[in-house]
């Protein structure tokens, strides 16, 4: 109960330090290959307003998409068509997901790779900044076609096998570990590829992975590892990583310039001058106020352009 209060005042108080986003310029959506898709949850709609403007200053065109809940309240769905103009909305609840599971963000992940059957798909997160020079990176895999995904201190793409031999030797509960440590047991695992990234941003190529291959890889996880350890909140993030591993050519982002806000294992409590865009998962969210204060600079930014 505790630990819930305290993240419902940190938001409230992220969000009344972060105001002045709203009163910065909107977006006005410009037409490329490629779209940008987030969830977008009622409770998130300035945190995402503050990510997609910080994003889209640096990238500077591409569609974006949000999937929200079919019942979202017109205030904010007004507030994000008002910021972000030319912005489409799918309705979460109308995602089919096959024979992939519902919930933790798998109709993301579907919808995805559905939407990557046609055009290259770029997954943002509400909960990142983007606050470097560029995102050059981004730019190149989304104009080459090539699959990329957050990195998560210095991964690199290798075979299941391999990520299973890594993750036995750890003791760690994360359920993504867990996923990783069944590997070896999954059919053609010398050959089929995974990267230990993380979806907060990921880049889906056209044509890169197809969705049959996604409810291939969710049904022999869930035979391993059984329905109840399955269906935990995490799964969704080790069968994205599945399918960017083993897209043509696909791309782990540069790491540090690109990554998960970790203050303590990362940087000893002290920021990297290195990092250009941070997902802000939610262990960390508002330590030390560090997303608050890279979020006001990034506000000023926009407010000045």
């Not at 010398?190 to 969710?218: C, I, M, Q, T, W």
């Amino acid at each position: 109960m505790f630990y819930r209060l305290r993240t419902t005042w940190n938001k409230r108080r992220f969000d009344r330090l972060t105001r002045r986003i709203l009163d910065t310029p909107p977006i006005h959506t410009v037409n490329a290959d490629w779209s940008i898709i987030s969830m977008v949850s009622n409770s998130d709609v300035q945190m995402y307003i503050l990510s997609i403007k910080s994003f889209y200053a640096r990238i500077g065109r591409g569609k974006v998409i949000v999937i929200v809940d079919r019942d979202m309240p017109q205030q904010p769905r007004g507030l994000l068509k008002e910021h972000i103009r030319g912005i489409q909305f799918v309705h979460l609840e109308d995602i089919d997901t096959g024979h992939c599971q519902r919930g933790g963000t798998w109709e993301r992940l579907v919808y995805l790779l559905k939407h990557a059957q046609s055009e290259y798909a770029i997954q943002l997160d509400s909960d990142t900044l983007a606050f470097g020079a560029d995102l050059a990176e981004i730019l190149d895999c989304a104009n080459n076609n090539r699959a990329f995904t957050l990195n998560q201190n210095h991964q690199k793409i290798q075979t299941m096998r391999e990520y299973a031999t890594n993750a036995q030797s750890l003791d760690v509960k994360y359920v993504g570990i867990h996923v990783e440590k069944m590997f070896d047991r999954y059919p053609n695992c010398d050959r089929l590829r995974y990267v230990r990234g993380s979806s907060g941003l990921a880049g889906f190529s056209l044509g890169g992975f197809a969705p049959n291959k996604l409810e291939e890889f969710h049904e022999a996880m869930r035979r391993l590892l059984g329905d109840n350890t399955w269906r935990k909140w995490g799964t969704e993030q080790c069968a994205s990583n599945f399918a960017i591993a083993n897209s043509p050519d696909a791309l782990v982002l540069p790491y540090p310039k690109y990554a998960n806000f970790d203050p303590i294992s990362v940087w000893s409590n002290e920021p990297n001058e290195q990092n250009e865009f941070l997902h802000f998962i939610g262990t960390y969210r508002y330590h030390d106020d560090f997303f608050v204060q890279k979020a006001r600079v990034v506000i000023k930014e926009l407010a000045s352009a």
